[in-house]
């Protein structure tokens, strides 16, 4: 397993920005793929944007045009830059890691991310 430690986060009015990072350790090859979950309360947790160590990316149809991910690879750490936030985007966000985009086995504790109207 890797050691997923997430910063970032918080309050933002809707059309607003908050940036996410997160910090993995251990293994190397378990942070071949890194990227953002989320679980808003009562729905399931739903993939937001993954990121390869080559650069490839995959994003969900909801936050395409608004989120932009990426990672520095040299230290091991994925960035998410919400843009124009909506308060549909209101959710715990786990970061996640693995060997693959189909194999994340690592998770972050979640981080809170809240978008008023």
């Known amino acids: 397993q890797a050691q997923l430690v997430e910063s970032g986060g918080g309050l933002a009015q809707a059309g607003g920005s908050l940036r996410l990072s997160c910090a993995g350790s251990g293994t190397i090859l378990r942070l071949n793929a890194m990227g953002w979950y989320r679980q808003a309360p009562g729905k399931q947790r739903e993939l937001v944007a993954i990121i390869t160590r080559d650069g490839i990316t995959n994003y969900a149809d909801s936050v395409k045009g608004r989120f932009t991910i990426s990672r520095d690879n040299a230290k091991n750490t994925v960035f998410l830059q919400m843009n124009s936030l909506k308060p549909e985007d209101t959710a715990v966000y786990y970061c996640?890691?693995?060997?693959?985009?189909?194999?994340?086995?690592?998770w972050g504790q979640g981080t809170q991310v809240t978008v008023s109207s």
């Open positions: 996640v890691a693995g060997f693959a985009p189909t194999d994340l086995s690592s």
